[in-house]
Protein backbone atom coordinates (compact mmCIF):
# COMPACT_ATOMS: atom_id res chain seq x y z
CA UNK A 1 0.00 0.00 0.00
CA UNK A 2 1.35 3.48 -1.26
CA UNK A 3 0.89 5.84 1.51
CA UNK A 4 2.70 9.25 2.56
CA UNK A 5 2.58 10.88 6.06
CA UNK A 6 3.14 14.32 7.00
CA UNK A 7 3.66 15.10 10.36
CA UNK A 8 4.90 18.27 11.79
CA UNK A 9 2.47 21.11 11.09
CA UNK A 10 1.17 23.89 14.06
CA UNK A 11 0.83 27.05 14.75
CA UNK A 12 3.73 29.43 14.94
CA UNK A 13 4.27 33.21 14.70
CA UNK A 14 5.88 35.09 12.75
CA UNK A 15 9.66 34.54 12.50
CA UNK A 16 9.20 31.00 13.88
CA UNK A 17 10.32 28.04 12.55
CA UNK A 18 8.93 24.36 12.14
CA UNK A 19 9.84 21.08 10.73
CA UNK A 20 7.95 18.86 8.40
CA UNK A 21 8.24 15.21 8.01
CA UNK A 22 6.65 13.18 5.38
CA UNK A 23 7.36 9.26 5.75
CA UNK A 24 6.64 7.21 2.70
CA UNK A 25 5.74 3.57 2.33
CA UNK A 26 4.81 1.20 -0.22
CA UNK A 27 7.20 3.05 -2.85
CA UNK A 28 10.95 2.48 -3.89
CA UNK A 29 11.70 5.83 -2.13
CA UNK A 30 15.37 6.09 -3.44
CA UNK A 31 15.10 6.47 -6.77
CA UNK A 32 11.80 9.04 -6.99
CA UNK A 33 11.65 12.49 -6.47
CA UNK A 34 9.81 13.84 -3.34
CA UNK A 35 7.84 17.34 -3.02
CA UNK A 36 6.16 19.55 -1.14
CA UNK A 37 3.09 21.84 -1.97
CA UNK A 38 0.85 23.86 -0.49
CA UNK A 39 -2.86 25.33 -0.70
CA UNK A 40 -4.15 28.30 1.19
CA UNK A 41 -8.10 28.85 1.59
CA UNK A 42 -9.09 29.65 -1.42
CA UNK A 43 -6.35 29.28 -3.55
CA UNK A 44 -4.47 26.31 -5.92
CA UNK A 45 -1.90 24.13 -5.23
CA UNK A 46 1.26 25.34 -5.37
CA UNK A 47 4.95 23.94 -5.76
CA UNK A 48 7.12 24.74 -2.66
CA UNK A 49 9.77 22.44 -3.05
CA UNK A 50 10.95 19.21 -4.88
CA UNK A 51 14.33 17.60 -4.33
CA UNK A 52 15.15 14.59 -6.72
CA UNK A 53 16.86 11.06 -6.55
CA UNK A 54 20.23 12.29 -6.59
CA UNK A 55 19.42 15.18 -4.01
CA UNK A 56 18.30 18.25 -6.56
CA UNK A 57 16.30 20.79 -4.98
CA UNK A 58 14.33 23.00 -6.54
CA UNK A 59 12.11 25.88 -4.67
CA UNK A 60 9.36 28.53 -5.25
CA UNK A 61 10.82 31.73 -5.02
CA UNK A 62 8.43 32.73 -2.01
CA UNK A 63 10.63 30.51 0.01
CA UNK A 64 13.76 30.60 -1.54
CA UNK A 65 16.46 31.52 1.82
CA UNK A 66 13.70 30.59 3.94
CA UNK A 67 12.68 26.80 3.24
CA UNK A 68 15.43 24.12 2.62
CA UNK A 69 13.90 20.40 1.69
CA UNK A 70 16.01 17.06 2.34
CA UNK A 71 15.35 13.59 2.59
CA UNK A 72 17.09 10.84 4.63
CA UNK A 73 16.42 7.73 2.19
CA UNK A 74 17.88 5.61 5.40
CA UNK A 75 14.04 6.81 6.46
CA UNK A 76 12.06 7.11 3.82
CA UNK A 77 11.91 10.29 4.88
CA UNK A 78 11.42 14.03 3.32
CA UNK A 79 11.93 16.84 5.65
CA UNK A 80 10.49 20.53 4.89
CA UNK A 81 12.77 23.04 7.62
CA UNK A 82 10.50 26.48 7.43
CA UNK A 83 12.07 29.05 8.82
CA UNK A 84 11.31 33.06 9.61
CA UNK A 85 8.03 31.58 8.80
CA UNK A 86 5.24 34.40 7.44
CA UNK A 87 1.53 34.81 8.13
CA UNK A 88 1.08 34.21 3.76
CA UNK A 89 2.87 30.79 4.21
CA UNK A 90 -0.28 29.71 6.20
CA UNK A 91 -1.43 27.04 4.62
CA UNK A 92 -2.00 23.15 4.23
CA UNK A 93 1.15 21.38 3.16
CA UNK A 94 1.10 18.38 1.29
CA UNK A 95 3.72 15.66 0.64
CA UNK A 96 4.13 14.32 -2.88
CA UNK A 97 5.70 11.61 -4.87
CA UNK A 98 6.52 11.47 -8.24
CA UNK A 99 7.69 7.59 -9.30
CA UNK A 100 8.91 8.18 -12.21
CA UNK A 101 12.15 6.39 -11.15
CA UNK A 102 15.77 8.10 -11.91
CA UNK A 103 15.48 11.48 -13.48
CA UNK A 104 11.69 12.18 -12.16
CA UNK A 105 11.50 15.47 -10.84
CA UNK A 106 8.08 15.56 -9.03
CA UNK A 107 6.28 18.61 -11.27
CA UNK A 108 2.94 18.84 -10.64
CA UNK A 109 1.39 16.76 -13.05
CA UNK A 110 4.25 14.31 -12.69
CA UNK A 111 3.08 13.73 -9.36
CA UNK A 112 1.35 10.50 -8.52
CA UNK A 113 0.70 10.16 -4.94
CA UNK A 114 -0.08 12.54 -2.27
CA UNK A 115 0.26 12.88 1.42
CA UNK A 116 -3.40 13.77 3.18
CA UNK A 117 -1.48 17.15 4.71
CA UNK A 118 -0.45 19.06 7.42
CA UNK A 119 -2.08 22.52 8.69
CA UNK A 120 0.91 25.05 9.08
CA UNK A 121 -0.71 28.33 10.95
CA UNK A 122 1.44 31.37 10.95
CA UNK A 123 0.21 34.32 13.18
CA UNK A 124 1.37 37.84 12.97
Known amino acids: QVQLVESGGGLVQAGGSLRLSCAAS????????MGWYRQAPGKQRELVAT???????NYADSVKGRFTVSRDNAKNTVYLQMNNLQPEDTAVYYC??????????????????WGKGTLVTVSS
Open 51 to 57: ISSLGIT
Open 96 to 113: AADRGGMGSTCHFYDVDV
Open 26 to 33: GIFFSINA
